[in-house]
């Protein structure tokens, strides 16, 4: 493998990634108000036939990223509805979500198998793509890969330095206290649902519009579940979450690689790769005691005062 | 006799600066009833709160002091009654309301978010703009608490403060929305004495700055040493509002708090007496000082004392969930590790806990799973549960002791209080047991199911010994054949039941004076 190949690789890392990293910075934004979207794999799914349809009707690739997101927020509606407003168990309806965000991308996309629609190319980035090394793997994506790069520090600046963000992790900690201050966990978590929601349809977006500009079956592929894990790994901070996306980027484009050149391992097995990291990293986490660093009220609803 | 409080001399603390005189009140309550059920929390209470003056408000567990101040912070409306401040009617149905008015309340259980700072905790929902600066917030927070002689470091995380910190953020949380009045609900609890201390500095900070302070307690000292006045609470009524400094002595207090009327009496046929069954021998430690007492079959002894003695930790021990030390405790004439090698189910020792909801029942099982908790004796065979015998049990426990309602299959969280207690006390019965350790037994029970309790208790010593633990000077009085006065973990003495002279020392000993001095 020479030099070439591995900035290769380390580009592809970061294009696979940026998905992840979308779907990723949506699920800790959700989780940090205290609700628990297992949804993620379904609303991908869902965004990311929604980006495509509409930018194969406008031509508008940006429309396109619009609808994408759009279509996350309504997915993450389905799931507000069910654990904010009614209070349902959370892990039943993030799951129900999932299977019904699967099942309804591939039958309202079953028409569209095959056809292509305006998508995002990749652009090199004036100035900074001068730069050796760093510019060839970081500075030489698309236009969604630059957004990606400013979101955590948008994420953290939000959550950290801004009323809404102190009051949204208020009631993911401990929506007692946040009731207790004249805060209401319903309308918090409403909004940081739908946010996260609008976020993880751009990681789906980012599916159909510029990783393939094609649309297929199955394009999410189980990177809504490795988001759900990355938020772990990262312990809920959104900077960690680059590193978290950028090394299952990685793992997905080496395995891919490793079957281009004709390998002789199954490449079943090497499907099975991101997700065996998977295993290890919230192993390694666990076992680092870092789960405590979870909103303390996440997963648990808020019974209306008495 | 020197009062020595738990390291150094509370008497010996005094508010620095006079309090003022009383004018016009900042809130009036009036006629005030509350009533849960059939039971009536508050009945008819009327109340002032001076601004710049401490009002303690004493009273017994289950007297009544929180479900008022509750209604005062809005989180409990009254049945009748109102509340007048600044010398309008007020309606008060949220703690948003109350707020809104300069009521806020600093609960037992703190709402505090633990992963947030200091700052974060005081500002939530405070702040106006849509950027928060945390230096900005830290100073904002950091001249509050100098103000008020709060001492705590703004930036830190509230998961690594004491409780006695975490309990100044709660009161910062209020000062910052501008409470006029301040209510403290048994705010020493979960306090050092140093903490304690630094606390009472704050309240009189707090009220030489014009703050009203209601603060609830069931210790003496402390309020004899915080308060400019005392309201005492028995029985959901107020039976004395006095000022401090017209108190004239300790037991004044005490016997207010207690009181001496008989609401029920029940007869109480002698029994003869049969072999000792718990035998306490100069028992020390877990806050216990040389405790030494015996309950003999036929006999009922009253532990009593105001709650938070020594009581839990005795019982604790002697029911096996806390190991005591060796050769000090003794169970129906076996040592207690011997005893609790075997503990069998039945013939041997019952207890009825306080805490009926958590430790006594599983509140989402039915009513024959919960009979099967403690007695499984007779409805097994070999490994299998025979669930349909222990299902005919429950219902003869059901019909026995009047448990409404009667069916089995009900969950134990449908049940009112009396009734899942009736259901206890059945089931601890049902064990035939020779040593009966009830804990506060009526607590929060109405007259009628007191009255049931009640007879229970007095026919099961015709075949046990039981040490009633209770707060409630009139069950000892009714019940009890001794009666033992328990005072920071040391029995104060041990007294007759039925002699009139001994009975009237119960008063001075739970104040923790030696019944010498009156």
Not at chain 1, 157 to 173: D, M, N, S
Not at chain 2, 100 to 118: D, R, S
Not at chain 2, 302 to 329: F, S
Request: proline content about 5%; charged content about 20%.
């Amino acid at each position: 493998m020479n030099f070439d190949m591995v900035i290769a690789l380390l580009a592809a890392s970061v294009q696979m990634g940026t998905p992840i990293l979308y779907a990723t910075l949506g699920e800790i934004l959700t989780e940090k108000s205290g609700v628990l979207n297992l949804g993620v794999e379904g609303v991908m799914a869902v965004s990311a036939l929604g980006a495509f349809v509409v930018a194969q009707a406008t031509g508008q690739p940006w429309l396109g990223v619009l609808a994408g997101g759009a279509c996350g927020v309504f997915m993450a509606l389905l799931h507000a509805v069910a654990c904010v407003v009614l209070l349902g168990n959370q892990v039943v309806s993030g799951l129900a979500v999932t299977i019904l965000g699967l099942g309804l991308s591939s039958f309202m996309g079953q028409p569209f198998i095959g056809l292509s629609a305006p998508g995002f190319t990749p652009f090199a980035f004036p100035l900074l793509s001068d730069i050796p090394l760093v510019g060839d793997v970081f500075f030489r994506g698309d236009a969604l890969v630059y957004l990606s790069y400013l979101l955590p520090f948008a994420l953290w600046f939000f959550l950290q330095r801004t009323r809404l963000g102190l009051e949204i992790r208020a009631v993911g900690e401990e929506p007692e206290a946040a009731l207790a201050a004249g805060l209401s966990a319903e309308r918090l978590r409403m909004i940081a649902t739908l946010a996260g929601g609008f976020l993880i349809g751009m990681g789906g977006a980012y599916l159909s519009l510029a990783y393939t500009h094609l649309w297929t079956n199955g394009l999410s592929g189980g990177r809504g579940w490795i988001a759900v894990a990355l938020v772990i790994f990262a312990f809920w901070n959104p900077q960690r979450a680059i590193i978290g996306a950028y090394l299952f980027g990685g793992v997905m484009a080496f395995q891919l690689r490793l079957q281009a050149t004709g390998s002789h391992i199954s490449s079943s097995l090497l499907l099975m790769l991101p997700y065996l990291l998977t295993i290890v990293v919230l192993a390694a986490s666990a076992a680092r005691g870092r789960g405590d660093e979870a909103p303390a009220g996440l997963g648990v609803n808020t019974a209306p005062e008495e | 006799m020197i009062e020595e409080y738990r390291g150094f001399d509370i008497k010996s603390l005094q508010r620095p600066t006079p309090a003022p005189p009383k004018k016009t009140p900042l809130i009036r309550i009036r006629g005030l009833t509350k009533r849960f059920g059939s039971v009536e929390a508050n009945k008819d209470v009327s109340l002032d709160i001076h601004p710049g003056r401490i009002l303690a408000l004493l009273g017994e567990n289950g007297a009544g002091k929180s479900t008022l101040m509750s209604m005062l912070a809005g989180r409990l409306v009254p049945d009748e009654g109102f509340i007048e401040a600044d010398g309008g009617k007020v309606r008060l149905e949220s703690p948003a309301q109350a707020i809104a008015l300069g009521v806020g309340m600093v609960y037992q259980h703190f709402t505090l978010v633990e992963a947030m700072t200091v700052a974060e905790n005081v500002l939530l929902g405070q702040t106006d703009s849509f950027f928060v600066s945390p230096p900005h917030m830290k100073r904002r927070v950091a001249e509050l608490a100098t103000r008020f002689g709060l001492d705590i470091d703004p930036g830190a995380r509230v998961a690594d403060l004491s409780m006695g910190e975490k309990q100044r953020v709660e009161i910062l949380k209020l000062l910052h929305r501008q409470s006029r009045v301040l209510i403290l609900d048994e705010p020493t609890t979960v306090l050092t004495p140093a903490e304690t201390r630094r606390l009472f500095d704050a309240l009189w900070s707090m009220a030489a700055q014009g703050k009203a302070i209601v603060f609830i307690s069931h210790k003496l000292e402390e309020v004899m040493a915080a308060s400019d006045d005392v309201a005492i609470l028995r029985k959901g009524r107020i039976t004395a509002v006095m000022e401090k400094n017209d108190i004239r002595s300790k037991s004044d207090l005490a016997r207010s708090m207690v009181g001496r009327d008989v609401i029920l009496s029940v007869n109480k046929p002698p029994v003869e007496l049969g072999e000792e069954v718990l035998g306490i021998d100069d028992l020390s430690g877990h806050g216990l000082k040389n405790v030494s007492l015996s309950v003999r079959r036929g006999e009922i002894l009253a532990l009593t004392g105001v709650a938070g003695n020594g009581q839990k930790a005795l019982v604790e021990m002697v029911c096996g969930l806390e190991t005591p030390p060796r050769r000090k405790l003794f169970i129906l004439g076996e040592r207690w590790r011997r005893f609790y090698a075997r503990a069998p189910w039945k013939n041997a020792l019952s207890y009825v806990p306080e805490d009926r909801k958590g430790l006594a029942t599983a509140p989402n099982l039915d009513l024959v799973d919960n009979v099967l908790l403690t007695t499984r004796q007779g409805f097994v065979k070999g490994p299998w549960l025979m669930r349909s015998k222990a299902a005919d049990a429950t219902d003869g426990l059901i019909l026995d002791y009047n448990v409404s309602p009667p069916r089995a299959t009900a969950l134990a969280k449908q049940l009112s209080g009396g009734n899942l207690q009736k259901l206890v006390l059945g089931r601890e019965l049902y064990r035939g047991p020779r040593l009966i350790v009830a804990e506060q037994p009526t607590q929060g029970l109405d007259v009628s199911a007191t009255e049931e309790v009640w007879t229970q208790l007095l026919k099961s010593r015709e075949d046990a010994g039981v040490l009633l633990v209770t707060g409630d000077v009139n069950e000892a009085l009714n019940l009890a054949d001794r009666i033992a006065v328990i005072y920071r973990g040391e029995i104060m003495g041990v007294l007759d039941a039925n002699d009139p002279s001994q009975v009237a020392r119960i008063g001075p000993l739970m104040a923790g004076l030696a019944g010498t001095e009156e």
